[in-house]
């Protein structure tokens, strides 16, 4: 059967009040873990001492178990969501040539180097911020990258106002781990996060989009295909993929004619964008024609 996506650009969302507010007071002139980048000396030591003197900059040790659980199968995905919680993270900042010139033998010399957040790209193109659970972990995937020690909290504000519509925990593990926009926005605010496919006020939504239109006969929510991620031996795992995260069956009454099949699906895409909790909850969605 065709599909229809009906997947929102995250640009076009927006952000709830209360992710709002804490953005407005999250202020502008500091790292993610909220130290004063004015008057820092981020070329002597590890930078993640500034704000953990006594950190030895080892994961938290039910965040590493929920991900040794999650990446051995035994574990869901908001169960590794729910351990980030008060957690200390390492962001990434790497040193970028703000001013250079040639010198009279014809060689670039770097006159000033700032340092720099980084930041990735997922797959559907959209900004995402990569954090480590230790400095171990962040030394393995870039060496010449220093760690900036930050609580998940502001980790995650930050990257909201840094327009990152993911947070990718550990790149270059086997595999990553992908907090989705939802999840983040939870992380921020420090409240648990049921996924959408689990999510029973989701499938109500769902149900409320369908009722009343002309030649649907029902609509049904599942996990979408680019939801679970994968291990490089091919091995599923339940959630923290960055693919599409919501699949809605869509079943028509039989017998439509093309034109109203279409416009049955565009009357449903209207009728579940304007439902609230989808735009709050649900971070990607894929609409299917089902027989």
Known sequence: MPEQDSSDHDAARALPPHIAAQLRSAGGPADTGGQAWEGRNLGEGTSHTHQFPEDDGAAAP???????????????????????????????IIAQVSRSHITEDGLVSDKEADMALV???????????????????????????????ADIRRAALSAVQDGSSLLVLDPGADPAFVVRRPALWAVAQGRAWTPSYRDFTVDDAVTRAALGLPGVVS?????????????????????????????????????????????????????????????????????????
């Open 62 to 92: 039910a965040l590493g178990r929920a991900l040794t659980a999650w990446r051995e199968g035994h574990a869901p995905e908001d169960e590794v969501v729910a351990a980030l919680s008060g957690v200390r993270v390492f962001v990434p």
């Open 219 to 291: 609509a049904l929510a599942a996990p979408g295909s680019g939801v679970h991620a994968v291990r490089h031996d091919g091995t599923v795992l339940t959630g923290g993929g960055e693919g599409p995260e919501l699949v809605v069956s869509l079943q028509l009454r039989p017998g439509l004619a093309q034109e109203d099949v279409a416009a049955s699906v565009r009357q449903f895409q209207q009728a579940l964008a304007a439902q609230p909790i989808m735009a709050e909850n649900v971070d990607s969605i894929r609409v299917r024609l089902s027989s």
């Open 119 to 149: 930041s990735l790209q997922a797959s559907d193109g959209r900004k995402a911020l990569p954090v480590f659970t230790s400095t171990e972990t962040l030394r393995a995937w870039n060496a010449q990258a220093r760690p900036v020690a």
